[in-house]
């Protein structure tokens, strides 16, 4: 069974720091697509990034980047120079397919960011 | 903007009285899914159409049903709302059913059962 953990329930950064938010998966999968998805208190989820299991550099968008250590089975998110409008609920979530033939993507549990000024 | 659209953004039912919930999307996408999220939770798939084909997950009550007249539009029904189906439904969309495909989150509907 596929399993994403994110361990940190909560965290707090002072604005224009980087932050890390730490995701480990489990999939006896050999491909795969790793996603992060941020959720506002509005309830929109926004999608971030995506790393695929075969690839082989980390993924870049703008400010934010995946740290993907595939031996670890770990793909944290970084944002760099934290801004206000960065303070809300940030998921980890894998896709794979199921036995049916279907794509269906896994979510953690969620960190919440909370940027301080 | 190509966009996933949610209506109502909060919707009010009373107990057992059945309500329908809207999204649409502008993406001309394949794959539209909906999804569950209670208050500090994970969502949690209900049901997704591939084109016309429906796909139910296992653990989905009957209590929910989903209807796609067309590539456009596709409806969440809740036959007879409990207390315990107040949440946030969320609809989303991807171009294919593959592992790399993206999906692409309307704003969600809140939903209160009264």
């Known amino acids: 069974a596929q399993k994403i953990t994110q361990t940190q329930p909560g965290m707090f950064v002072q604005e224009k720091e980087a932050v890390t938010l730490d995701c480990t998966y489990d999939?006896?999968?050999?491909?795969?697509?790793l996603f992060w998805y941020k959720q506002p208190s509005s309830g929109e989820m926004i999608f971030l990034i995506y790393q695929g299991s075969y690839d082989e550099q980390n993924a870049t968008e703008g400010r934010y980047s995946l740290n993907f250590q595939k031996a670890r089975k770990s793909a944290n998110l970084v944002i760099s120079a934290s801004q206000l409008g960065d303070s809300a609920m940030y998921f980890c979530?894998?896709?794979?397919?199921?036995?049916?033939?279907?794509?269906?993507?896994?979510f953690g549990t969620g960190t919440r960011l909370t940027i301080i000024p | 903007d190509a966009m996933v659209i949610q209506n109502p953004r909060y919707q009010v039912t009373q107990f057992g009285k059945p309500v329908t919930l809207s999204c649409s999307q502008t993406?001309?996408?394949?794959?539209m899914y909906w999804y569950q999220q209670k208050s500090s939770q994970a969502p949690k798939l209900l049901f997704h159409y591939y084109d016309k084909d429906f796909n139910n997950e296992a653990d989905t009550p009957d209590n929910f049903q989903s209807r796609r007249p067309n590539t456009s539009f596709c409806f969440l029904d809740i036959r007879s709302p409990g207390l315990g189906d107040a949440a946030m439904y969320l609809c989303?969309?991807?171009?294919?059913?593959?592992?790399?495909?993206?999906?692409?989150f309307g704003p969600g509907t809140r939903l209160l059962v009264l």
């Open positions: 979530a894998m896709s794979t397919i199921s036995n049916f033939g279907n794509e269906k993507l896994t």
């Open positions: 993406l001309n996408h394949n794959v």
């Open positions: 999939t006896s999968d050999q491909s795969y697509g």
């Open positions: 989303a969309t991807s171009r294919d059913r593959t592992r790399a495909e993206t999906q692409y």
